[in-house]
Nanobody, 116 residues
Framework: QVQLVESGGGLVQAGGSLRLSCIASGFRTLFRINTMAWYRQAPGKQRELVASISSGSNTKYADSVKGRFTISRDNAKNTVYLQMNSLKPEDAAGYYC????????WGQGTQVAVSS
């Protein structure tokens, strides 16, 4: 069974930074060969893909976060990170990691709040 445990969220002022972490386990295939991604969901909005990183560490970003967010991975630790800089109030959401495409299981996520 897939388990995803996100951490690192919190309340920051606009322009601030946060680093999110996600420890993944239970994938049918080795973690290192999965494309992993961070998603976010704000109240009343659909979940959106924010950033993804392939097994070869190729990265993709939503236009709204390009140049501000950086996704990375440590395969030895089965961990994916999201460094978020220059945060804006519109970045406030619950942040979740998963594979891309996502598997059925989701973690509890970690909440990011940004004050203006």
């Amino acid at each position: 069974q897939v388990q995803l445990v996100e951490s690192g969220g919190g309340l920051v002022q606009a322009g601030g930074s946060l680093r999110l972490s996600c420890i993944a386990s239970g994938f049918r295939t080795l973690f290192r060969i999965n494309t992993m991604a961070w998603y976010r969901q704000a109240p009343g909005k659909q979940r959106e893909l924010v950033a993804s990183i392939s097994s070869g560490s190729n990265t993709k970003y939503a236009d709204s976060v390009k140049g501000r967010f950086t996704i990375s991975r440590d395969n030895a630790k089965n961990t994916v990170y999201l460094q978020m800089n220059s945060l804006k109030p519109e970045d406030a959401a619950g942040y979740y990691c998963n594979a891309s495409p996502a598997v059925r299981e989701w973690g509890q996520g970690t909440q990011v709040a940004v004050s203006s």
